[in-house]
């Protein structure tokens, strides 16, 4: 049987679940945050397309003018989040859905898709090596990790570029810790409003949260992950969330 996919819109998304953390009821709050954010960001083109299943298999896009990451791509689509989790895997699903998008660029008469990555994977963004085998190919590397991949329609269009802010993977608060977080994921408020205050406060380290609540903040965030970074004596350590609780932090982050 051929997969059935749905598209979010404003109309059905009170009744349609986001794949993310719909389980989890510790995180009702911020999912339903993501819910408002996305019918915001509706209005700016933004596409949530999903199996019409109860599983995480996922696709969103946007036009990268209006994308929440700190990334220069006139007349692309910029790939946010994209998942397919496991049972569903190696079923064509991750495929179709990457065509749908790209199928939607070339109507709109965009000159490609682009994605934020981590060179080597990241928690919270996309396989880069399936996507390397998809055609999409890596045209900034950062030296801290993060890639900026393309695949082009028009061979002759300019490359995407990160922004200048982003280059060295430093900020100016130098002292403890700093999370940089938005509500594009349905696990972050929770966890940084409840889980890290506990964590740090155990290793009494200092916390400063800051929360990218519109489009132009994220695109001037110092971090080409928007959903969550965190920096240590300022310099980027991780865009995994689970750093959060305390039960992970020791393992993803080194006090020195």
């Known amino acids: 049987m051929e997969a059935k996919f749905i598209t979010l819109t404003k109309e059905n998304i009170g009744k349609e679940h986001i794949c993310c953390a719909f389980s989890y009821k510790k995180c009702k709050e911020s999912y339903e945050l993501k819910k408002e954010w996305l019918k915001k960001e509706f209005d700016n083109g933004y596409v949530f397309r999903r199996l019409d299943e109860r599983a995480k298999v996922f696709i969103e896009y946007v036009p990268a ?19 397919v989790s496991g049972q569903y895997k190696g079923k064509g699903y991750a495929k179709a859905l990457l065509q749908s998008a790209f199928d939607d660029a070339k109507q709109q008469g965009k000159d490609g898709l682009v994605t934020i990555v ?11 090596k399936w996507l390397l085998r998809q055609g999409f190919e890596t045209i900034q590397a950062l030296p801290y990790g993060f890639s900026l991949l393309v695949k082009k329609i028009n061979p002759d269009a300019p490359d995407p570029s990160f922004r ?8 100016p608060d130098k002292d403890g810790l700093v999370v940089y977080y938005s509500n594009r994921c349905p696990f972050t408020e929770y966890h940084i409003t409840n889980s890290l205050p506990e964590t740090v406060q155990k290793r009494n380290l200092p916390l400063k949260i800051i929360k990218l609540e519109t489009m132009e903040q994220a695109q001037a965030a110092p971090t080409p992950a928007t959903i969550f970074s965190l920096f240590l004596n300022g310099k980027f350590v991780t865009t995994d969330l689970s750093a959060c609780m305390d039960s992970r932090f020791d393992k993803v982050v080194t006090i020195e």
């Open 65 to 83: 003018e209006k994308a929440w990451v700190p990334v220069d791509a006139p007349n692309y689509l910029m790939i946010n989040c994209f998942w």
């Open 164 to 171: 200048k802010q982003v280059l060295n993977g430093e900020i």
């Open 118 to 128: 981590g060179t080597k994977k990241f928690h919270f963004m996309s396989d880069t």
